[in-house]
Every structure is written in C-alpha cells, then in structure tokens.
C-alpha cells in the first residue's frame, strides 16, 4: 500500500519558519515530479512547489524566495523548508506526485497525503 504521510506542521508566528517532511512508502519516488500543495478554507487548493528526480525545483510565486523545496531519495522523503511565515500561508499542506498538464499547470497525481496543518498567526 502506497502512502505519503506529512509532518511538520504546527501553529508558527507571522515571520517564523517550519520545515514539513513527506516520507513516501509502498513505493519509490526517486525518479518522479514530487511537490507541495495547500488548501486553505474557503479557497482552492493551490500549487506550492515542486522537485524532479534531479533536483530542479519550481515554485509558485507565492513560494518563491520564502520556501524551499527538497528530497532525500535515499530516505524517500521530500522537505518543504518555510521561511518568513505570513498569516495568508495558513493552510493544510499535503504532499503529491506531480504531474504538469498540457497547459502548464501543475497538479497532484495519484498519490497524495492526507496533509499537516500550518497555523501562521499575526
């Protein structure tokens, strides 16, 4: 059974810092598109970042600058290093094999945690 379980989360001050971890088991994911998404109430999910099997990362703008996306293929485990928190990032964060579809949007694909709560307040 394939499962993605996240970790990490918590309730942060506005301008503080929190590093999520996704480990992967049932299968590997050294050699695929994995990424962060969140899901805010009363908002659609949004993209966050993304990792290749080589490393090459991509963010939303939102992420930019602030985050930084990582894995450890070894451990089959993806990081999501947060940096600089504002209230407007509190949302559930679930990590998700990526796939980009032919309009260039990136989604989750298949296989997705059930996400951690990151709680930033003001």
């Known amino acids: 059974q394939v499962q993605l379980v996240e970790s990490g989360g918590g309730l942060v001050q506005a301008g503080g810092s929190l590093r999520l971890s996704c480990a992967a088991s049932?299968?590997?994911?050294?050699?695929?598109?994995m990424g962060w998404f969140r899901r805010a109430p009363g908002k659609e999910r949004e993209f966050v970042a993304s990792?290749?099997?080589?490393?090459?990362?991509y963010y939303a703008d939102s992420a930019r600058r602030r985050f930084t996306i990582s894995r450890n293929n070894a451990k089959n485990t993806v990081f999501l290093q947060m940096n600089s928190l504002k209230p407007e990032d509190t949302a559930v964060y679930f990590c998700?094999?990526?796939?980009?579809?032919?309009?260039?949007?990136?989604?989750?694909?298949?296989?997705w945690g059930q996400g951690t709560q990151v709680t930033v307040s003001s």
């Open positions: 990792i290749n099997w080589s490393s090459n990362t």
């Open positions: 998700a094999r990526v796939k980009i579809t032919p309009s260039s949007s990136y989604e989750p694909d298949t296989y």
């Open positions: 049932g299968r590997t994911f050294s050699l695929e598109t």
